[in-house]
């Protein structure tokens, strides 16, 4: 395992997509997101998959001259058409026009419609809770959860996100997929010839099982009621975007020329609208003071509050740097044939 | 098992709460939303609670003659301050309020505080889908969720839902708690001296069971996730409006005479200012017609989508009748002393 320091990295990632052709502000919100959810130890949606996001420039998914539209149709609704450039790139947009529309009246939603892949969802509500809002991001995914009572993969992991100033530290944040288990855990297990800790992927039949080599689908965080937020999701995305949805999203890694018409959902509202926002960060900080002070069963494993393991991770890789395994290394050794590119890559090594 | 009309039971109810000295316009909110929750196969939530709100009228938490006052603070948020009236009126005339910011401005938010319980949290957020908004409600309760990884309840098995309009039926609509199960399966598993489906309960000492007997708190649905998505709603509710949460709320059958102070959350969003309404309610009908159609592991169980459970108690219900129980009853009776509104109650009998 090797360790990147974390702004060499950033510059990287923006060279390289530049590189690419991608105009530079895109390509530092694309990096921007990858080096912080990489930071916060979401490895599945960090850095490792620059390689990837090359590709799919290469390959055409991605417009490089992208003509990013934004309407704003009432004070407090607009739609952001992101002409297929980087999903990081329009949510970011997107969040930044909601926050707007907040400060001035209260609340702010914007559809992102024509987007692909965005990465970390938590990366654009914790953007507007750092402005003392209520932050919201929903994102679709490719069909992987298996419905309840369903043999088949209907909605994706759909993640959701709600984020919260608080007192004294980053935003309390809840960024959850809907599925009880990341697809990652799935293939991970597979490699490693493993089972899974619980039945919850799903077979050929739509019956769970915990042996990933018969996973074909995933099961819902919570049963029916994971299957009914994963809806949620795709509804405040796909549908208000007009964009397709469920099975008839174009799967991420499947089909790469394909544009795939993501579409995201990103909303903020107003918290001192409702009550001074100093008296609800340090009620917000009391709480989860209580909660992390509370009895747990056992006495090593404290009880948590949303998002506590990512701040825990972004402490210590802030300072030891983002690992990056040996696959990583050779999907990025593969991808950039550009010489001094890996140079500067290997120069990113702590 | 006797069976009740909807129309008349919601006359009874009516009177009931007008003769205990309640407000024929918040008697009237009450009953419409405990006949449409009883209507809706919710039992838990639906009539059986009115001998529970007569003691609470009686004893003083519910305040008979409530000051109630909205404060609109922005275009799209405002605090709607209860005056310990009965939740129902007070989160209706809230979402009343979000509907009317979200028309005029696009979106609206109200938090609900020094309110009490307000039954089906699904009742509010359908209101606003049946003005063709995005509905929003939110309302924490009694502590009963035990934090994952620690051993007492800090939250409540706080609801949240979602609601969307839809072509040719009513709003497609997700009502979770965000515990696996409710309190009241333990309760009847106990009664009747079974085991629970699923070790969903915890014991004193923070484990999983499936015994009843040993259950003091539950487990939370999709487990660290819906411990998360409770904070959320707890935070939406107590922390905006500035009220008690988790463990310091008064739990709903204790200390009867003691005002809770519970808030509630509801919003609106004017889903015409991201698309069509007629396109988004078209593509939400067909959306939902894939999943029905969708291949199921057992014929006879298909695949349902969110809300559709209730539907179909909804339209049997409205034909046969609201059934109430032997037990429900004999509340009635022992509460009900009146000897005309008992004369009435009978007279509901189908």
Redesign the interface.
């Known amino acids: 395992m090797n360790y990147f320091s974390h702004k060499k990295l950033k510059e990287f990632c923006i060279d390289t997509l530049v590189h690419e052709g991608i105009a530079e502000p895109i390509a530092e919100d694309v990096a921007s997101c990858l080096i912080e959810t990489s930071l916060r130890g979401v490895d599945s949606h960090g850095i490792r998959l620059l390689p990837h996001y090359i590709r799919v420039v290469r390959s055409g998914r991605i417009n490089k001259k992208p003509n990013i539209k934004f309407n704003q149709?009432?004070?407090?609704?607009?739609?952001l058409d992101a002409d297929n450039t980087f999903g990081h790139a329009a949510a970011s947009i997107a969040v930044k026009e909601a926050i707007k529309m907040s400060e001035e009246?209260?609340?702010?939603?914007v559809?992102v419609k024509n987007s692909t892949h965005n990465s970390a969802n938590a990366y654009y509500g914790l953007q507007a809770a750092r402005k003392d809002m209520?932050g919201i991001s929903a994102t679709h995914s490719t069909s992987m959860m298996v419905?309840?009572?369903?043999?088949?993969p209907?909605f994706g992991t759909n993640a959701l996100t709600?984020a919260?100033p608080c007192k004294d530290e980053e935003p309390?944040c809840?960024d959850?997929a809907t599925t009880?288990l990341a697809w990652n855990k799935v293939l991970r297990a597979k490699a490693k010839g493993e089972i899974l800790d619980a039945p919850w992927a799903i077979d050929g039949?739509?019956?769970v099982t915990d042996n990933p080599e018969l996973a074909q689908g995933l099961v819902?965080?919570?049963?029916h009621?994971?299957?009914?937020?994963a809806?949620?999701v795709?509804?405040?995305c796909a549908?208000?975007?007009?964009g397709p949805?469920?099975p008839h999203l174009t799967p991420m890694f499947e089909k790469l020329s394909e544009k795939r018409h993501i579409s995201h959902f990103v909303g903020a509202?107003?918290?001192s609208?409702?009550?001074d926002i100093n008296?609800?960060k340090e009620?917000?900080n009391n709480?989860i003071s209580?909660?992390r002070n509370?009895?747990?069963?056992?006495p090593n494993?404290?009880?948590?509050?949303?998002g506590d393991p990512e701040k825990i991770s972004e402490k210590i890789r802030t300072k030891e740097g983002i690992p990056l395994d040996e696959e990583v290394f050779s999907d990025f050794n593969s991808t950039i044939t550009d010489h001094s590119l890996m140079q500067q890559f290997k120069s990113c090594f702590i």
């Open positions: 149709n009432s004070k407090t609704n607009g739609v009246f209260g609340s702010g939603f559809v209520i419905s309840t009572r369903g043999k088949k209907f709600f919260f309390i809840l959850m009880q039949h739509g019956e819902p965080a919570g049963l009621k994971g299957y009914g937020l809806m949620v795709e509804v405040l549908l208000l975007a007009g949805y469920g509202i107003n918290i609208n409702f009550i008296i609800f009620s917000l709480m209580e909660l509370s009895d747990s069963i056992d494993l404290p009880v948590l509050v949303a």
